[in-house]
Structures are given as structure tokens and as C-alpha cells.
């Protein structure tokens, strides 16, 4: 089983920019693909964006393209950097992983989740 550890989350001021981590631990070769999600407080969880391990391709959802960027820095890490922050993005973030090659911005797509990081941005 994998575990996932998110950081980096905190307070911003809108127009400003956070990086997330998320670190991958246990038995990581069973993982194929890392995504991010977040949830607003009433809102349902929505996918962020997800890179394959093996391929190296990255999505990032129509909305936040041009503002956010997915990477992996190294074997275990992957990385949300999100740029000119808005109050909307304020937010639990999550990282998952995923055994299996299946839509990415599908929750049910991912077998291991972390605990989230806040993020919040006030105006």
C-alpha cells in the first residue's frame, strides 16, 4: 500500500503563489499516476490535475490551466504549483494515487488518498 503526505499549504493573498508536495511513501511502484484534488467547504471535490509516473504527461483542468503547473521533482515528490491565486481557490487540497490508468479527474480512479492540505486566499 502507498501513503501520500501533502505540505505546503497555508495563507496567500490573491495574485500570490503557494507550492504544494505531495510525497509518495510504502510501496510506491504500484503507482502509475498522482493527481490532485480539491474541495471547498459546499462544494464536491474536483480534480485539479495528475501526472503519469511512467509517461511523464500532466493534465490540468480547463479552469485553471495557464495558473497551475504539475511536476514530479524527483522519484516520489509531485508537485502543484499555483500561480495569481484567487479567493476561489481557497480549498482543501488532496493528493491520490493510482494502480490503474483510468480517467484521471475521476476520484474512483484513485486507491490511496492523504489528508489534504489547507490552502486559503484572502482578498
Known amino acids: 500500500q502507498v501513503q501520500l503526505a501533502e505540505s505546503g499549504g497555508g495563507s496567500v493573498r490573491a495574485g500570490g503563489s503557494l507550492t504544494l508536495s505531495c510525497e509518495l511513501s510504502?510501496?510506491?511502484?504500484?503507482?502509475?499516476?498522482v493527481a490532485w484534488f480539491r474541495r471547498a467547504p459546499g462544494n464536491e471535490r474536483e480534480g485539479v490535475g495528475a501526472?503519469?509516473?511512467?509517461?511523464?504527461?500532466t493534465w490540468i483542468t480547463d479552469s485553471l490551466q495557464g495558473r497551475f503547473i504539475i511536476s514530479r521533482p524527483n522519484g516520489n515528490t509531485v508537485s502543484l504549483e499555483m500561480n495569481n491565486l484567487a479567493v476561489e481557490d481557497s480549498a482543501t487540497y488532496y493528493c491520490?494515487?493510482?494502480?490503474?490508468?483510468?480517467?484521471?479527474?475521476?476520484?474512483?480512479?484513485?486507491?490511496?488518498w492523504g489528508q489534504g492540505t489547507q490552502v486559503t486566499v484572502s482578498s
Open positions: 491520490a494515487a493510482a494502480r490503474y490508468r483510468d480517467y484521471w479527474y475521476r476520484s474512483t480512479s484513485y486507491n490511496a
Open positions: 510504502g510501496y510506491t511502484a504500484e503507482t502509475v499516476r
Open positions: 501526472i503519469d509516473r511512467g509517461t511523464g504527461r
